[in-house]
Nanobody, 121 residues
Framework: QVQLVESGGGLVQAGGSLRLSCAASGRTFRTSAMGWFRQAPGKEREFVAAISWSGANTHYADSVKGRFAISRDNAKNTVYLQMNSLKPEDTAIYYC??????????????WGQGTQVTVSS
Protein backbone atom coordinates (compact mmCIF):
# COMPACT_ATOMS: atom_id res chain seq x y z
CA GLN A 1 0.00 0.00 0.00
CA VAL A 2 1.29 3.49 -0.89
CA GLN A 3 -0.25 6.81 0.05
CA LEU A 4 0.72 9.81 -2.07
CA VAL A 5 0.42 13.53 -1.36
CA GLU A 6 1.37 16.12 -3.98
CA SER A 7 2.41 19.69 -3.26
CA GLY A 8 4.07 22.62 -4.98
CA GLY A 9 1.40 23.61 -7.44
CA GLY A 10 0.34 27.20 -7.93
CA LEU A 11 0.00 30.12 -10.31
CA VAL A 12 3.00 31.09 -12.42
CA GLN A 13 3.60 33.26 -15.47
CA ALA A 14 4.54 31.73 -18.78
CA GLY A 15 8.26 31.05 -18.89
CA GLY A 16 8.42 30.49 -15.15
CA SER A 17 9.23 27.40 -13.13
CA LEU A 18 7.63 25.25 -10.47
CA ARG A 19 8.77 22.15 -8.63
CA LEU A 20 6.14 19.62 -7.66
CA SER A 21 6.75 17.16 -4.86
CA CYS A 22 5.01 13.91 -4.10
CA ALA A 23 5.52 12.50 -0.63
CA ALA A 24 4.86 8.81 -0.26
CA SER A 25 4.20 6.62 2.72
CA GLY A 26 4.24 2.86 2.71
CA ARG A 27 6.95 0.28 2.41
CA THR A 28 6.59 -0.33 -1.32
CA PHE A 29 7.58 3.17 -2.46
CA ARG A 30 11.23 2.25 -2.86
CA THR A 31 10.38 -0.63 -5.19
CA SER A 32 7.73 1.25 -7.17
CA ALA A 33 8.12 3.17 -10.37
CA MET A 34 6.63 6.63 -10.13
CA GLY A 35 4.79 8.65 -12.70
CA TRP A 36 3.39 12.12 -13.14
CA PHE A 37 0.19 12.62 -15.10
CA ARG A 38 -1.95 15.68 -15.71
CA GLN A 39 -5.51 16.49 -16.62
CA ALA A 40 -6.66 19.80 -18.06
CA PRO A 41 -10.31 20.89 -17.96
CA GLY A 42 -12.34 19.07 -20.58
CA LYS A 43 -9.43 16.84 -21.56
CA GLU A 44 -8.39 13.31 -20.79
CA ARG A 45 -5.63 12.53 -18.34
CA GLU A 46 -2.25 12.38 -20.05
CA PHE A 47 1.16 11.02 -19.21
CA VAL A 48 3.87 13.52 -18.30
CA ALA A 49 6.90 11.65 -16.95
CA ALA A 50 7.97 8.40 -15.30
CA ILE A 51 10.95 7.22 -13.31
CA SER A 52 11.99 3.68 -12.46
CA TRP A 53 12.29 2.49 -8.87
CA SER A 54 16.04 3.07 -8.82
CA GLY A 55 15.93 6.36 -10.70
CA ALA A 56 18.13 4.93 -13.44
CA ASN A 57 15.45 5.22 -16.13
CA THR A 58 13.22 8.15 -16.98
CA HIS A 59 10.74 8.81 -19.76
CA TYR A 60 8.89 11.95 -20.82
CA ALA A 61 5.98 12.96 -22.97
CA ASP A 62 7.15 14.75 -26.10
CA SER A 63 5.27 17.87 -25.02
CA VAL A 64 7.46 18.33 -21.91
CA LYS A 65 10.76 16.83 -23.03
CA GLY A 66 13.61 19.24 -22.42
CA ARG A 67 11.52 21.40 -20.07
CA PHE A 68 10.50 19.02 -17.26
CA ALA A 69 12.67 16.74 -15.16
CA ILE A 70 11.53 13.92 -12.89
CA SER A 71 13.66 12.73 -10.00
CA ARG A 72 13.28 10.81 -6.78
CA ASP A 73 14.88 10.60 -3.37
CA ASN A 74 14.21 7.17 -1.95
CA ALA A 75 15.69 8.15 1.40
CA LYS A 76 12.96 10.78 1.69
CA ASN A 77 10.22 8.75 -0.01
CA THR A 78 9.65 11.65 -2.37
CA VAL A 79 9.44 12.12 -6.12
CA TYR A 80 9.81 15.49 -7.79
CA LEU A 81 8.82 17.13 -11.04
CA GLN A 82 10.87 20.18 -11.94
CA MET A 83 8.97 22.20 -14.51
CA ASN A 84 10.78 24.94 -16.42
CA SER A 85 9.79 27.19 -19.32
CA LEU A 86 6.15 26.69 -18.44
CA LYS A 87 3.50 27.38 -21.05
CA PRO A 88 -0.22 28.14 -20.68
CA GLU A 89 -0.95 24.71 -22.16
CA ASP A 90 0.76 23.13 -19.14
CA THR A 91 -2.17 24.29 -17.02
CA ALA A 92 -3.74 21.22 -15.43
CA ILE A 93 -4.15 19.23 -12.27
CA TYR A 94 -0.98 17.21 -11.80
CA TYR A 95 -1.13 13.76 -10.22
CA CYS A 96 1.63 11.50 -9.06
CA UNK A 97 1.20 7.76 -9.18
CA UNK A 98 3.02 4.64 -8.01
CA UNK A 99 3.16 1.37 -9.87
CA UNK A 100 4.90 -0.19 -12.84
CA UNK A 101 7.21 1.85 -15.09
CA UNK A 102 4.98 2.83 -18.00
CA UNK A 103 3.36 5.65 -19.95
CA UNK A 104 -0.06 4.19 -19.22
CA UNK A 105 -2.15 5.22 -16.27
CA UNK A 106 -3.53 1.71 -15.88
CA UNK A 107 -0.04 0.53 -14.90
CA UNK A 108 -0.17 2.61 -11.72
CA UNK A 109 -2.14 1.28 -8.76
CA UNK A 110 -1.83 4.23 -6.39
CA TRP A 111 -2.65 7.88 -7.04
CA GLY A 112 -2.41 11.15 -5.17
CA GLN A 113 -5.16 13.71 -4.91
CA GLY A 114 -3.56 16.11 -7.37
CA THR A 115 -2.16 19.63 -7.27
CA GLN A 116 -3.29 22.49 -9.50
CA VAL A 117 -0.79 24.18 -11.81
CA THR A 118 -1.95 27.32 -13.60
CA VAL A 119 0.26 29.10 -16.12
CA SER A 120 -0.82 32.58 -17.15
CA SER A 121 0.08 34.10 -20.48
Amino acid sequence: QVQLVESGGGLVQAGGSLRLSCAASGRTFRTSAMGWFRQAPGKEREFVAAISWSGANTHYADSVKGRFAISRDNAKNTVYLQMNSLKPEDTAIYYCAAGTYSDYGNSYAYWGQGTQVTVSS
